[in-house]
């Protein structure tokens, strides 16, 4: 006889919260509600965790029954338990974060998602739910992380250019970084492997390419060494 309670219980969700980077900007993938409430809004993917799964279940599996995105870097954030957060009923959402390079990740709407999309961090619409301040709890995470942990390299594709790396901790932090320092900081970490091979179809002259060494890493942290940009 399954066990019943004397006392009401909230009910538990995932949200996610997806960055992907392209060559211009920094965005964050939005699903369109295709129910109520905010029934049309755009919204982070998430939804409702099942009572056989684990929260990390829960969140890649409603990041792929929402927008198609599978295998990817996720983190859990926080949780988001305000009374009022939800008008359906006591909800308490665990938020997760995602990092995804855009060039190998293709989003499709599906499920209760009338649609999927990537938006720019500047040019955002307006949220369902407290969507906005688990976005925003999100950004100060991975800009504090960032800097001291690699993660960043998910955002990238698997070969690039020290300038694309730049842009990307520029836009993650939201301000300008001295060329000769960054480039003199990373190099100097042991942790990128420079290529034989170079930029294709570019109008400027082609850049070297580089990848990430994540075994220099682990012995690099194992030596009691710190990534710092």
């Known amino acids: 006889m399954p066990y019943t309670y004397e006392h009401p219980r909230p009910a538990l969700t995932v ?3 997806v960055f992907g980077l392209d060559d211009t900007d920094l965005k964050v993938l939005l699903i369109q509600r295709g129910i109520a409430p905010f029934k049309g809004s755009w919204a982070l993917p998430g939804g409702f965790v099942h009572v056989d799964e684990t929260l ?46 855009l060039r190998d990740h293709k989003v499709q709407a599906a499920t209760d998602a009338g649609e999927a999309a990537w938006f720019s961090l500047d040019d955002l ?19 504090g992380k960032v800097r001291y942990v690699p993660i960043g390299f998910e955002l990238l594709p698997r070969l690039f250019t020290l300038t694309q790396m730049q842009r990307m901790y520029e836009k993650i932090l939201d301000r300008a970084l001295d060329k000769r320092n960054f480039r003199k900081k990373v190099l100097g970490m042991g942790v990128l492997e420079e290529t034989d091979q170079v930029q294709q179809d570019v109008a400027h002259r082609a ?18 060494i710190n990534f710092e940009i």
């Not at 927008?67 to 859990?76: A, Y």
């Not at 009022?84 to 009923?89: A, H, L, M, V």
């Not at 307006?126 to 991975?142: E, G, K, S, V």
């Open 15 to 17: 949200d996610c919260v």
């Open 56 to 101: 990390e279940e829960a969140a890649r599996r409603e990041l792929e029954e929402e927008t198609g995105l599978r295998n990817v870097f996720l983190e859990q954030l926080y949780t988001f338990g305000e009374l009022k957060r939800d008008p359906r009923e006591r909800i308490v959402s665990v938020a997760w974060y995602a990092l995804v390079n």
């Open 125 to 143: 619409p307006t949220l369902a739910f407290d969507h906005a301040a688990i976005l925003d709890t999100a950004q100060q995470r991975l800009r």
């Open 207 to 224: 850049a070297r390419l580089y990848r990430f060494n994540e075994a220099a890493y682990k012995r690099m942290v194992k030596q009691g």
